[in-house]
């Protein structure tokens, strides 16, 4: 079975610009969550979805933003790029929502914002 | 708020050596508690977890024991490899179950 796909795999922005990173989940998996990593902050939790609705949102700004289409794929959007924005972006899927539900991550996505 | 807090890296051992990494946790209810692992330019795996108190999650060597009564999850492992130098994070489950939050992550270098 395959795993967590993200596309692309690396990606360098310039101030102000926009971007969208792309995450497959594993087959049969209905729920998607994305974290950003950076070496100040750690992993932080962005948002989840699940059968197309955001369920949860973390402390991010509204430059955040993030969906989920019918097939359980899922982009998150992030408008005009800071600096701060540069970061490991991980996206996770579980086969349903809750806390006993394991999370599988992808590889990542490292944006770079010059 | 729910966090986890776990020591501080780098853990610098000789192989075949004992390792603990601690970490502990604040949280409302009962979340389920995880140790992940992250290797250099890749993503975080799943390497044990533990879904109620007194339960014991294991995997490859490595065990950690869900105590409630001193809110912990400690990692052990009794003979690392050079194979384990990597990150490790702890992480649990908010109350609602929709997201992992997780420690600082702990640096693990094994030496031969």
């Known amino acids: 079975k395959a795993g967590v796909t993200q596309t692309p795999r690396y990606l360098i922005k310039t101030r102000g610009q926009q971007v969208t990173l792309s995450c497959s989940p594993i087959?049969?998996?209905?729920?998607v969550s994305w974290y950003q990593q950076t070496p100040g902050q750690g992993l932080q939790f962005l948002f989840e979805?699940?059968?197309?609705?955001?369920?949860n949102k973390g402390n991010f700004p509204g430059r955040f933003s993030g969906r989920q289409f019918s097939n359980s794929r899922s982009e998150m959007n992030v408008s005009t790029l800071e600096l701060g924005d540069s970061a490991l972006y991980l996206c996770?899927?579980?086969?349903?929502?809750?806390?006993?539900?394991?999370?599988?991550f992808g590889a990542g996505t490292r944006l770079s914002v010059l | 708020g729910d966090s986890v807090t776990q020591m501080e890296g780098p853990v610098t051992l000789s192989e075949e050596a004992f390792l603990t990494i601690n970490c502990t946790y604040t949280?409302?209810?009962?979340?389920?508690l995880f140790w992940y692992v992250q290797y250099p330019g890749e993503g975080l795996q799943l390497l044990l977890k533990?879904?109620?108190?007194?339960d014991k999650g294991s995997n490859k060597g490595f065990e950690a024991t869900y105590r409630k009564e001193t809110t912990s999850f400690h990692l052990e492992k009794g003979s690392v490899q050079v194979s384990d130098s990597a990150v490790y994070f702890c992480?649990?489950?908010?109350?609602?179950?929709?997201?992992?939050?997780f420690g600082k992550g702990t640096t693990l270098s094994v030496s031969s």
């Open positions: 996770a899927s579980s086969l349903e929502t809750g806390a006993k539900n394991i999370q599988y």
């Open positions: 087959s049969g998996h209905r729920s």
């Open positions: 979805y699940f059968s197309e609705t955001q369920r």
């Open positions: 949280a409302t209810g009962y979340p389920s």
């Open positions: 533990a879904t109620k108190a007194d």
């Open positions: 992480a649990l489950t908010n109350q609602a179950g929709t997201a992992l939050i």
